[in-house]
């Protein structure tokens, strides 16, 4: 089975979640595409949707489905959203960003109900951190705030480097809302709240990748089926 095949199996789990006159949050990247497809053909269908895309590009693929949109202006709670992720540890902590659409994403996955992870199994680790961690920061004096981002990889015992995300000409990659990403190679991130806390507090730093407590099920697809991951968010 082909990895896009996977993709596929994950978000027709989380499709059958969706019903009449739900709220959705549309994520970004490969995985989401998927779904926002399966959507689409609901949608025509006849499934009465009212859906925020989380970047410009699953915006666009919405609109050619004519899937219809709203704001959170206009909609500012959500029932449910429906993102990929980058990595997934067991306790349903994630790292996303890998397409650079992390802060709408977050913003949106935290106005929602649930947040519903799809990912083929691939994407599962045991410990965060061998995929790159996103950080979002603001153009203005990016190269002081990467200092500061350096400080907060040493307090919160971590190593490693970091690297400007190039677009594919070699220019800065430019996020949706106009800022920088840096990328943090770190290998493993053993304390990520102390991270994301502590990278957070830097003037300059927008976002990071770091979802923690906010993904309260996730559907990864494997050859054999696809596994359904759960935490009660209930307690927390
Ligand atoms: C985009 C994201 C994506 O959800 C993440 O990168 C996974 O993408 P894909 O499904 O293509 O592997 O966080 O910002």
């Known amino acids: 089975m082909s990895s896009e095949d996977l993709k596929r199996q994950a978000a027709?789990?989380?499709?059958?979640?969706?019903?009449?006159?739900?709220?959705?949050?549309?994520?970004?990247?490969?995985?989401?595409?998927h779904f926002v497809e399966l959507l689409g053909d609901r949608v025509k269908a006849g499934l009465d949707v009212l859906c925020v895309p989380t970047s410009n590009a699953t915006r666009i693929q919405a609109e050619s489905l004519a899937i219809p949109l709203t704001t959170l202006e206009e909609t500012p709670e959500l029932d449910l959203t429906v993102d990929g992720a980058d990595e997934i540890d067991e306790d349903l902590r994630l790292i996303k960003g890998g397409g650079g659409a992390l802060l709408r994403e977050k913003i949106v996955a935290m106005a929602s109900d649930r947040m519903v992870v799809i990912a083929d199994a691939s994407k599962q680790v045991a410990t965060l951190g061998a995929f790159p961690l996103p950080v979002e920061v603001v153009r203005f004096g990016f190269r002081s705030t990467e200092?500061?981002?350096?400080?907060?990889?040493?307090?919160?015992?971590?190593?490693?480097?970091?690297?400007?995300?190039?677009?594919?000409?070699?220019?800065?990659?430019?996020?949706?809302?106009?800022?920088?990403?840096?990328?943090?190679?770190?290998?493993?991130?053993?304390?990520?709240?102390?991270?994301?806390?502590?990278?957070?507090?830097?003037?300059?730093?927008?976002e990071t990748g770091l979802f923690l407590g906010i993904c309260d099920l996730a559907y990864i697809a494997t050859p054999d089926g696809v596994r359904t991951l759960q935490v009660d968010r209930s307690v927390d």
């Open 12 to 33: 027709l789990k989380a499709i059958e979640l969706v019903e009449p006159g739900m709220r959705l949050g549309l994520g970004t990247g490969s995985t989401a595409r």
């Open 147 to 206: 200092a500061w981002i350096e400080s907060c990889i040493e307090e919160a015992g971590a190593r490693g480097s970091m690297a400007l995300r190039l677009a594919a000409g070699g220019e800065p990659f430019i996020t949706d809302n106009g800022n920088y990403i840096i990328d943090l190679k770190l290998g493993r991130i053993n304390e990520a709240e102390l991270l994301d806390e502590l990278l957070r507090s830097v003037p300059g730093v927008v």
